[in-house]
Each structure stands twice: as structure tokens, then as C-alpha cells.
T-cell receptor, first 116, second 113 residues
Framework: NAGVMQNPRHLVRRRGQEARLRCSPMKGHSHVYWYRQLPEEGLKFMVY????????ESGMPKERFSAEFPKEGPSILRIQQVVRGDSAAYFCASSPLRGTSTDTQYFGPGTRLTVL | QKEVEQNSGPLSVPEGAIASLNCTYS??????FFWYRQYSGKSPELIMF????GDKEDGRFTAQLNKASQYVSLLIRDSQPSDSATYLCAVPQRVGSARQLTFGSGTQLTVLP
């Protein structure tokens, strides 16, 4: 019973390049959340998706960041024209389709993005 | 006022002692509360959740919730060096149908052998 999977685990990009981070939720989970953890800072919500729908993107920077969760395949967080300030750990979490306040979010191992 | 507040620590306890971690939250409507553990360089790992006032025990861990005072705590009995980590308190913030987690800044715990 595989947990939340993320790849790559480490990603190095130069300023101006694009970063693509992938997340496959746990089996049976249809809710995906992306969080960012900047160095020496706490976890911050970015975006919440269900299949083919962005439910809440209030935590996403307005420019350069986008997310999708297609009908088939993993959820993808895309960062265009990366800058050094994007260097962080990006975590994906998933929860089952119950929609209650006790839904538990399980985290993947994260992708550590380094922008040179 | 931050939505979820924790003492950042660091908190040091000797091996075998009880470690007490505290968290306060601002939204009186919050219904459930989660404790995660995060080792350095790793992802958050769920320890337990609580949604009823009182205590909830799971092995060496006990979560305590007091909704009237808006705090939730985590006790770790018989602390072990392997418990050394950052402990994160998280509260779901309902936005429409979303339940994004708002995290506290975490309390760094060190258990001294």
C-alpha cells in the first residue's frame, strides 16, 4: 500500500528555468494539497486540487506558479522562470474523499528545489 | 495574532522524562487538530489527531484539547532520543470546500540521552 509519492526528490535549476514537481496521492485518495516550506520557516499552504479541478489556490503566488491534477496521471506543480527565492521544500499531501473536518492529510517525501 | 501558535523552543528533556508541547489557535470554530512530527530534512509524519475536548492517548503520546481555552497540547511519555524532532501543530482552515492545514511554526524537541 504505497504512500504519497513525489518526484523528483531533489531538483536543481538555474534562474529562469522551469521546475516541474510531481505528486501521486495515496491509493483511494482524491484530494491533493501542495505546501511549501522555505528554509527555517513553517509549512505554508499553496493549493488544493481534486481531479481536473483547482478547488483553492489562495496560497499560490500570483505569477509563475501553476498546478494541475489531470484525470489521468499525477498532480503537477509548475514553477516558471524560477528565482533563488523559490528554493524550498515542496510537499504534497493527500486525503480521502470524505470531506469532513477530520480528514487526515498524509504527506509525501517532498521535493527539495534548489535554484542556482 | 497568528492563527496557530507554538513555542518554537528549543525544548530539551532528559531521556525517560515527559515532554510537553503546547499549541494555541485563534479560530473558535476549529473542530479538529493534528500533531505532526518532522525530522530534519524529512517530511511531516502524522502522530495523531483530536477533535473532542479532553485527552486522547496513543501509546506514549497523549493529545489534550481544551476548546474553551483554545489550546491543544501533546505529551510524550518516556521520551526517547529518537523523539528528537520538530513537532508541528496543524489546524484545518475551511475555505469553501477546502480544508487546508494551517501549521504552527513548530517546537524543536531534543531528548538528551
Amino acid at each position: 500500500n504505497a504512500g504519497v509519492m513525489q518526484n523528483p526528490r531533489h531538483l536543481v535549476r538555474r534562474r529562469g528555468q522551469e521546475a516541474r514537481l510531481r505528486c501521486s496521492p495515496m491509493k483511494g485518495h482524491s484530494h491533493v494539497y501542495w505546501y511549501r516550506q522555505l528554509p527555517e520557516e513553517g509549512l505554508k499552504f499553496m493549493v488544493y486540487l481534486q481531479k481536473e479541478n483547482i478547488i483553492d489556490e489562495s496560497g499560490m503566488p500570483k505569477e509563475r506558479f501553476s498546478a494541475e491534477f489531470p484525470k489521468e496521471g499525477p498532480s503537477i506543480l509548475r514553477i516558471q522562470q524560477v528565482v533563488r527565492g523559490d528554493s524550498a521544500a515542496y510537499f504534497c499531501a493527500s486525503s480521502p474523499l470524505r470531506g469532513t473536518s477530520t480528514d487526515t492529510q498524509y504527506f509525501g517525501p517532498g521535493t527539495r528545489l534548489t535554484v542556482l | 495574532q497568528k492563527e496557530v501558535e507554538q513555542n518554537s523552543g528549543p525544548l530539551s528533556v532528559p531521556e525517560g522524562a515527559i515532554a510537553s508541547l503546547n499549541c494555541t489557535y485563534s479560530d473558535r470554530g476549529s473542530q479538529s487538530f493534528f500533531w505532526y512530527r518532522q525530522y530534519s530534512g524529512k517530511s511531516p509524519e502524522l502522530i495523531m489527531f483530536i477533535y473532542s475536548n479532553g485527552d486522547k492517548e496513543d501509546g506514549r503520546f497523549t493529545a489534550q484539547l481544551n476548546k474553551a481555552s483554545q489550546y491543544v497540547s501533546l505529551l510524550i511519555r518516556d521520551s526517547q532520543p529518537s523523539d528528537s524532532a520538530t513537532y508541528l501543530c496543524a489546524v484545518p482552515q475551511r475555505v469553501g470546500s477546502a480544508r487546508q492545514l494551517t501549521f504552527g511554526s513548530g517546537t524543536q524537541l531534543t531528548v538528551l540521552p
